[in-house]
């Protein structure tokens, strides 16, 4: 990957009233940063490229950024509206895609989204919800300038990329304690808290995993479609994302199934210990019932008894018990039930 996978801070200092950044770009260096009412100036001149970085902005950026780029309403109002999943739509000339982030917070997964609007000669970024800032993609592309020069279906392709990239850091944490759980179901009883946790990762990866899977089709289609802004030399790029998307997505898999494991072993783990119990307290009933018997035997109010009057009675009987007693306690430990 272009792009480093390290995580930032989830939120870069914002300008003003949700601008993070907005530069203009020609034969990739930047030429100057722009107010948002410049951009259309800037974005029609050839070779220039407007990157404008928005982070949660109200209606009324929303609306200026539309005017100066003439985006479709549908477009705009979904971007105001963070409860997208991830897809891909033309509107004329225009792309508007919409990509799911996550970050790791408190033990949980928190999701965001990232919406783009990408025409000739500009790219616009806006971000809702758990996102890590895209200063880090703006400052690599800057210092690289030949590859930036390539217009802005490359930055859309740094972005995607980044976004992708800020996965892994989420799944390397989870699988640590997925690994540290596993070992610990193997060796010892799961508690109820612990049941709960391997809940709540199961069903946080499932779903990082719904989340993330559309962003195939959408790399797809800007590998394929033929989209009238995306350069064919940049199509293998994005197919390079769709191959990290899917090694994700196998990634989440296999961590779920460990999970899977890891209950179902708890489980097999409890039972075990439960039929040893089991076991024990069966066999020690078994040898009480002996003297038990005895007692019950002796203990009825018949007159004829002859034992009752014989002079070694009490101790045969006192022997047989214990004879009796060893021999069930013998036959248990060798079965291992003792």
């Given at each position: 990957?272009?792009?480093?996978?390290?995580?930032?801070?989830?939120?870069?200092?914002?300008?003003?009233?949700?601008?993070?950044?907005?530069?203009?770009?020609?034969?990739?260096?930047?030429?100057?940063?722009?107010?948002?009412?410049?951009?259309?100036?800037?974005?029609?001149?050839?070779?220039?490229?407007?990157?404008?970085?928005?982070?949660?902005?109200?209606?009324?950026?929303?609306?200026?950024?539309?005017?100066?780029?003439?985006?479709?309403?549908?477009?705009?109002?979904?971007?105001?509206?963070?409860h997208q999943r991830p897809k891909i739509e033309q509107y004329g000339d225009a792309l508007f895609i919409v990509a799911r982030t996550a970050q790791l917070i408190d033990g949980r997964i928190a999701f965001g989204e990232t919406h783009l609007f990408v025409g000739e000669g500009y790219i616009v970024s806006v971000r809702h919800g758990a996102s890590t800032s895209y200063a880090p993609v703006r400052e690599r592309c800057e210092s690289c300038p030949r590859a930036l020069a390539r217009g802005e279906d490359y930055i859309l392709y740094a972005i995607l990329d980044f976004i992708v990239d800020n996965y892994s850091p989420v799944l390397e944490t989870i699988y640590e304690e997925v690994e540290a759980i596993e070992e610990y179901v193997l060796a010892n009883t799961i508690t109820q808290q612990q049941i709960q946790r391997l809940y709540l990762l199961r069903r946080d990866l499932l779903r990082l995993r719904n989340a993330i899977g559309p962003l195939v089709e959408v790399c797809r289609r800007l590998e394929h479609d033929n989209l009238t802004m995306i350069r064919t030399t940049m199509q293998p790029l994005f197919r390079d994302v769709t191959d990290h998307v899917r090694t994700i997505q196998e990634r989440i898999d296999s961590m779920r199934e460990v999970l899977a494991f890891a209950f179902e072993a708890s489980l097999l783990v409890g039972q075990a210990q439960e039929t040893a119990v089991s076991k024990k307290l069966a066999s020690w009933l078994a040898i009480i019932a002996v003297p038990t018997a005895f007692a019950g035997i002796y203990g009825m109010n018949f007159e004829h008894m002859p034992e009752l009057k014989w002079k070694y009675g009490y101790y045969v009987a006192l022997g047989a018990i214990a004879a009796v007693c060893l021999s069930l306690f013998y036959r248990f430990r060798r079965a291992g039930w003792l």
């Open positions: 990957m272009n792009v480093a996978s390290s995580a930032v801070s989830a939120t870069a200092p914002v300008t003003s009233e949700g601008v993070v950044a907005a530069s203009v770009y020609a034969d990739g260096r930047r030429i100057t940063n722009i107010a948002i009412e410049e951009a259309s100036s800037w974005c029609n001149k050839p070779g220039h490229v407007v990157w404008i970085g928005l982070h949660e902005p109200d209606m009324a950026l929303l609306s200026s950024v539309q005017r100066q780029f003439h985006l479709h309403d549908l477009a705009i109002e979904d971007a105001n509206n963070a």
